[in-house]
């Protein structure tokens, strides 16, 4: 689903993010990405969503090199892949059901099969009630569950999150886990990047960890 392939990513005035990162991510399968503030972490998933590219290796998502994604084809890609971030990444003057639609209308479904869509993915999060609020009007983690209705409204089959729980009380952080969790148990592929170790172990699930660009993976 996922694979690395001797990837090192070098930023512009020498600051090497990664270095020589290799490891394969089954269909499926639900990982922890952890490391130290500048390990590496947000550089990894931003090559796997194109926002960056490889300085050497390939990176592999369903069988595609993404090396060899041209700038027009990268929308297309990017439908495969939902993200959720640790700030939301909402839109303030829309309402929850016009951020939830938006990747829909961006890829031109139509307005019944929106609202079909859009709604499903509320109920999947316990917010059918709040459709026609502002994301200002709702509490931190309820706009967190409105970042992952819109990450999985698309129905793709990898979802990305990082530091999705980053701001959220340690009761908040296990009802967002455990959507992670549901999702990965009906077939989604499920990255997530976390500071927290404790949450990490909790889930027994493989670990992969960063430092300082350099990869080491550990079993659940």
């Known amino acids: 689903m996922i694979r690395f392939d001797e990837v090192s990513k070098r930023y512009p005035g020498g600051k090497e993010a990664l270095i020589r990162v290799s490891f394969e991510l089954d269909a499926g399968e639900m990982v922890f990405l952890t490391g130290h503030s500048g390990a590496g972490k947000s550089t990894m998933m931003k090559l796997i969503i194109l926002m960056e590219r490889p300085s050497q290796g390939q990176v592999f998502l369903e069988g595609t090199n993404l090396n060899?994604?041209?700038?027009?084809?990268?929308?297309?890609?990017?439908?495969?892949?939902?993200?959720?971030?640790?700030?939301?990444?909402?839109?303030?003057?829309?309402?929850?059901?016009?951020?939830?639609?938006?990747?829909?209308a961006i890829a031109g479904f139509k307005h019944r099969e929106i609202g079909r869509r859009v709604r499903a993915a509320l109920s999947k999060v316990g917010l059918s009630d709040k459709e026609k609020q502002f994301p200002v009007t709702l509490s931190g983690g309820e706009q967190q569950r409105v970042g992952i209705a819109r990450a999985v409204v698309n129905k793709p089959p990898v979802l990305l999150a990082d530091e999705p729980t980053g701001n959220l009380d340690p009761e908040l952080s296990k009802e967002i886990m455990d959507l992670f969790h549901q999702f990965n148990q009906v077939g989604v592929t499920v990255m997530i990047a976390t500071h927290d170790l404790g949450l990490v172990s909790r889930m027994k699930r493989r670990e992969l960890k960063l430092d300082h660009g350099r990869l080491e993976e550990s079993a659940p």
């Open 68 to 104: 060899r994604v041209s700038r027009r084809q990268v929308p297309w890609v990017r439908r495969s892949v939902g993200v959720v971030f640790q700030n939301h990444q909402l839109l303030f003057d829309r309402t929850v059901f016009d951020n939830v639609a938006l990747p829909l």
